[in-house]
């Protein structure tokens, strides 16, 4: 997979996931803004919808070809574990930060794969895959940046989602936003007092 690997001064490793029509390099700056000194594993989505790069195919907007999502959440985690080899990381150290699509993508990490994440920030997030028997996800630490007027997104949805966490065991703290869809400097800040105290 398309990718840009840094090795950081610590242990844990930041790994990126891009929305829909973005590349490895668009999450770049935030994600030093979030920890300067972690590792990064950026990568590029996998699937082209009408030349924009996204991590798993759609049917229409907000609704998921869920054997895609499936197949590609799967194929994600093997490419991790296959970076970590590479790249010497600790797979027990890893916390995504998505956004928007690839926010969908890390969520669904943690809904099919117990101990794929350590946690994760995920900005505008969807309940990825209703279907899903959720592992436990004890000491899984998450953060979700939710908008009030979400147009992707409804309120009901983040809470629906926050509640699916809470229910297998994670740690869950919501961030409510009236920004629409959009990732502002408001919310990276937010997310980025949520990892000071919880990761450090
Ligand atoms: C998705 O397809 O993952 C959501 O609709 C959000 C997006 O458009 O990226």
Redesign the pocket.
Known sequence: MQHIFEKGKKEITLLLLH??GGTEHDLIGLAKEIDAEANILSIRGQVMEQGMP???R?LA??V?DMEDLRFRTDELLAFIKEAAVQYGFDLDKVVAIGY???A??AGNLLFRHQGSLAGAILH?P?VPDREATIPDLTGTQVWIGAGTNDF?CSPQESEELEQLLTKAGANVQVGWFEYG?QLTMDEVQAAKVWYEATFR
Request: aromatic letters at 16%.
């Open positions: 929305g829909t996204r991590f798993f759609r907007e907000g998921f928007s699509n690839g969908n993508i505008h969807m992707m869809h």
